[in-house]
Nanobody, 124 residues
Framework: QVQLVESGGGLVQAGGSLRLSCAAS????????MGWYRQAPGKQRELVAT???????NYADSVKGRFTISRDNAKNTVYLQMNSLKPEDTAVYYC??????????????????WGQGTQVTVSS
C-alpha cells in the first residue's frame, strides 16, 4: 500500500512564504510524475505545478514566478516553495504521484495516488 503525506500548510500573511512537502511511502517500485493541485471553497481542483522524474516542470500561469516545485527522488518527496503569497492562493493543497507499486512479487501498472490535503490560508 502506498501513502502520500503532505505537511507544511498553515496561516500566513500576504507576501509571506510557505514550503509544502509530500512524502510517498510504501511498496513503490518507481515514481514518474509528481505534482501539486489546489482546491478553494466552491471551486474545482486545479493544477498548481508538476514535475517529471527527470526534473522538467510545469506551472499554472497564476503561480509562475512565485512558486517553485522540486523533488528528491531518493526520498520519494516533492516540495512546493510558495513565495509572495496572495489571498487568492488560499486553498487546500493536494499532492499527487504517478507510481508503479509492488504487488506481491510483481510490479503493477502505473496508478495515481493523492495525499489527504493540507490547508493554506493567506490573510490580507
Amino acid at each position: 500500500q502506498v501513502q502520500l503525506v503532505e505537511s507544511g500548510g498553515g496561516l500566513v500573511q500576504a507576501g509571506g512564504s510557505l514550503r509544502l512537502s509530500c512524502a510517498a511511502s510504501g511498496s513503490i517500485f518507481s515514481i514518474n510524475g509528481m505534482g501539486w493541485y489546489r482546491q478553494a471553497p466552491g471551486k474545482q481542483r486545479e493544477l498548481v505545478a508538476t514535475i517529471t522524474s527527470g526534473g522538467s516542470t510545469n506551472y499554472a500561469d497564476s503561480v509562475k514566478g512565485r512558486f517553485t516545485i522540486s523533488r528528491d527522488n531518493a526520498k520519494n518527496t516533492v516540495y512546493l516553495q510558495m513565495n509572495s503569497l496572495k489571498p487568492e492562493d488560499t486553498a487546500v493543497y493536494y499532492c499527487n504521484a504517478d507510481y508503479r507499486p509492488w504487488t506481491g512479487w510483481k510490479v503493477s501498472a502505473e496508478t495515481t495516488g493523492w495525499g489527504q490535503g493540507t490547508q493554506v490560508t493567506v490573510s490580507s
